[in-house]
């Protein structure tokens, strides 16, 4: 069963347009945020420094289809599900749904990255985050 994480969240005055309507790259932002809460919830940071190793996952492909709009004050839903745990790859898929509706799909490729003076090499995915991802919880 692929790992899934979910929360719920209210529609901010600041992230929508002048007709109350969340403005479309702000479903990019909320999906960051699941994201970084998911990383949490495994006891993980999607930018890991430590003596050791210096890891980030940058994305490296994004998309969003859009359904139906979400107004401000509206809860929404959000469901990260990791679709894919490749050999330096991750997937996931973030739906929004109010009130139980599907109101837009996100897709998101992160690569696990080494980071060093600002650049991207990447890299295997550590086995003991590989388990944590696959599994959903500490290994």
């Not at 699941?34 to 050791?52: C, I, Q």
């Not at 359904?67 to 809860?75: D, G, K, Q």
């Not at 060093?116 to 959903?136: C, H, M, S, W, Y």
């Amino acid at each position: 069963m692929p790992t899934e994480f979910t929360m719920r969240r209210r529609v901010q005055f600041a992230e929508t347009d002048m007709a109350g309507v969340l403005h479309f790259a702000n479903y990019f932002r909320l999906m960051e945020e699941l994201e970084h809460a998911f990383w949490r919830s495994l006891g993980l940071t999607v930018y890991l420094r430590d003596r050791r190793l210096h890891l980030s996952w940058p994305r490296v492909a994004t998309n969003c289809e859009y359904y139906s709009p979400l107004r401000f004050e509206e809860e929404v839903d959000l469901k990260l599900t990791v679709t894919k745990v490749g050999k330096t790859s991750l997937n996931y898929e973030v739906e929004f749904r109010r009130d139980g509706e599907r109101c837009a799909l996100g897709r998101l490729t992160a690569v696990c990255c080494e980071t060093n003076d600002g650049a991207f090499f990447p890299t295997a995915i550590p086995q003991d985050i590989r388990v944590r991802l696959e599994k959903g919880g500490e290994p």
